[in-house]
């Protein structure tokens, strides 16, 4: 599977202090895209997805889907954090299905 990644994902991840998250993450994201296996994620809301990651304090990331083939990876958080970045990243997937100039 194509997987894709937000300025606001990179930013996210880059800024984990936690090494062995960032590395689990990293790993994560290599599967899916040689086996397309997701792993544990949750459908939150129409289009927002999340990838849970098992390590505390429960590590999240959002995506969303692009023509069924990509994976488009928005922006991660904590289970501590889910509320306000499940509204959040809703807002960035609205506004990119807004854009039409969009090239992912």
Avoid: C
């Avoid at 991840?13 to 296996?37: T, V």
């Avoid at 792993?39 to 849970?52: H, I, M, Q, S, T």
């Avoid at 590590?59 to 991660?76: D, E, H, K, P, S």
């Amino acid at each position: 599977m194509q997987v894709s990644k937000t300025k606001e994902f990179d930013s996210w991840l880059k800024g984990l202090k936690d090494e062995r998250a960032k590395s689990a993450i990293l790993l994560r994201i290599l599967r899916i895209q040689e086996k397309d296996l997701l792993g544990d994620f949750k459908r939150l809301a129409p289009n927002v997805y999340e990838l849970r990651i098992h390590l505390k304090p429960g590590y999240r990331v959002y995506f969303t889907y692009r023509n069924n083939q990509l994976l488009l990876l928005i922006g991660g958080g904590t289970k501590r954090t889910q509320s306000r970045d499940i509204d959040k990243y809703k807002r960035i997937i609205k506004a990119l299905n807004n854009d039409r100039n969009l090239n992912l």
